[in-house]
């Protein structure tokens, strides 16, 4: 498999660290030296399904194809205004596809989940072009009373297209149940039989242990890659790491002893896009003409479940 189109979108509103100071107890200084985050964009009048559908309209005019040209559609999704149908089977409908759609939700590991479910299809023979695309709005899912979360997320939509090829190199998925630790939780429609006790939470998250197992976690994928390919760390020209906080892409530089240098970051104007945030860098950096062919780029994220993902590939285009 090799990527072959690239293609993101963000909401218009720009909201500044200085914006939330007017309506919470915080502060610029404490928001930016905690998580790097200066500020993110946040959907107002947009629907997340409109800037999926335009990512992946981008991302299919990148790879020089036509939206009937794709035969199989994977979208990252945790929440979005309908439980169902499906985010894909609506992009699929807005860009004017026919294949099968599916999506996964792995928090924000889910852009490594698709890819890897996309690898698995083309290598069967069953899928040639597959369209990948991760749309997330985090700031739905958060109590903006409460200044420990609601300061940290942002929202945004990113696609790829991959092919046939060779420029997936290796990767590793790994979970490990632990629910108590970051979630979110709706209540279902109620029925004249339920008399369990049911409740609707807006997202819980014990940062100190995220941010601990975060660390970990994506520290031993990325040694376990290196390892499997026979790799070093200074061969791998651009980490692209899950942007949630500034602090844990520094940590993980650190562990590897490189440079900040090999760690592109977009997290200070972002935010945490959950899913959405490696496929928004990724179409920075090629935008900005960052990523020469050849490139080894290693992207690892992390996120609610416990789930981490991690994969290398070779930037062919
Ligand atoms: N502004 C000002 N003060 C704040 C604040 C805010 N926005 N949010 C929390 N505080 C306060 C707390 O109330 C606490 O005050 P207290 O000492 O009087 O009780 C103090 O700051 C320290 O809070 P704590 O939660 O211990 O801070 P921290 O150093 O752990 O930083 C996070 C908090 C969330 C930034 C950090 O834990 C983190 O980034 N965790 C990982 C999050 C993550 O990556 N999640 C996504 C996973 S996909």
């Known amino acids: 498999m090799k990527i072959i189109g690239v293609g993101s979108v963000v909401p218009q ?3 500044t660290n200085a914006m939330l100071e007017e309506f919470l107890d915080t502060s610029d200084e404490w928001i930016t030296e905690r998580t790097g985050i200066s500020e993110r964009r946040i959907i107002t009048s947009e629907l997340l399904e409109d800037m999926a559908s335009e990512a992946a309209r981008r991302a299919i005019a990148d790879a020089g194809l036509a939206a009937t040209d794709i035969d199989y559609i994977i979208c990252s999704n945790v929440v979005n205004e309908y439980i169902t149908p499906s985010m894909s089977c609506i992009i699929q409908g807005a860009i004017g596809a026919k294949c099968a759609c599916v999506d996964v939700n792995a928090a924000c590991s889910g852009f490594i989940y698709a ?21 997330e709005e985090p700031t739905r899912m958060v109590d903006w009373a409460d200044r420990a979360l609601c300061v940290l997320f942002g929202d945004g939509a990113g696609a790829v297209v991959v092919t046939e090829g060779e420029g997936y190199i ?21 029925t004249p039989y339920i008399t369990k006790e ?4 807006p997202m819980y998250m014990n940062g100190r242990d995220v941010f601990k197992t975060a660390v970990l976690s994506s520290s031993r994928d990325i040694t376990a890659l290196l390892k499997q390919t ?4 200074a061969d791998i020209k651009h980490y692209v790491l ?21 760690f592109p970051h977009n997290v200070e104007r972002r935010g ?22 050849g ?14 993902g991690a994969c290398i590939f070779e930037w062919t285009k």
């Open 13 to 15: 509103k720009v909201l």
């Open 115 to 135: 890819l890897d479910m996309a690898d698995d299809r083309i290598k069967s023979g069953k899928a040639k072009n597959i369209l990948v695309v991760a749309a």
């Open 170 to 190: 290796a990767s590793r998925l790994t979970t490990a149940s632990k629910t108590s630790c970051l979630y979110y939780q709706r209540r279902l429609e109620p």
């Open 198 to 201: 049911e409740k609707s939470a």
């Open 230 to 233: 026979g790799l070093v760390p």
């Open 242 to 262: 899950h942007q949630a906080n500034m602090r844990i892409v520094e940590a993980i530089a650190s562990y590897l002893k490189l440079d900040m240098s090999h």
């Open 272 to 293: 945490n896009t959950s899913s959405a945030s490696i496929p928004l860098l990724l179409d920075e950096l090629y935008q900005e003409g960052r990523l020469q062919r």
């Open 295 to 308: 490139d080894k780029i290693l992207m690892s994220a992390f996120g609610a479940g416990f789930t981490t």
